[in-house]
Nanobody
């Protein structure tokens, strides 16, 4: 069974940084696009950033210049470097990947930005 496991969330002060990781494991034949989404309390899940297997990236306007998505294809892992964090970045962050031509989601990791 294929799964995605996120790590790296936590509590950080405004202006601080965090790095999220998401590793895919299981019987993997192909991984295409990978990405990060987030869902704040009372809000819909929204796109944060995506990256293709050739390295093309897309970042939401709200995080451009502060967050950077990257991936290590040899490790089947995608990262999200988050800098200059704001209280409005507080949310559960979910990893998503197109693995073996099917959408797969991680369990989510909490990011809280608060003083």
């Amino acid at each position: 069974q294929v799964q995605l496991v996120e790590s790296g969330g936590g509590l950080v002060q405004p202006g601080g940084s965090l790095r999220l990781s998401c590793a895919a494991s299981g019987r993997i034949f192909a991984i295409n696009q990978m990405g990060w989404y987030r869902q704040a309390p009372g809000k819909q899940r929204e796109l944060v950033a995506t990256i293709t297997n050739s390295g093309n990236t897309n970042h939401a306007d709200s995080v451009k210049g502060r967050f950077t998505i990257s991936r290590d294809n040899a490790k089947n892992t995608v990262y999200l470097q988050m800098n200059s964090l704001k209280p409005e970045d507080t949310a559960v962050y979910y990893c998503n990947a197109r693995i073996n031509w099917r959408d797969t989601w991680g369990q989510g990791t909490q990011v809280t930005v608060s003083s």
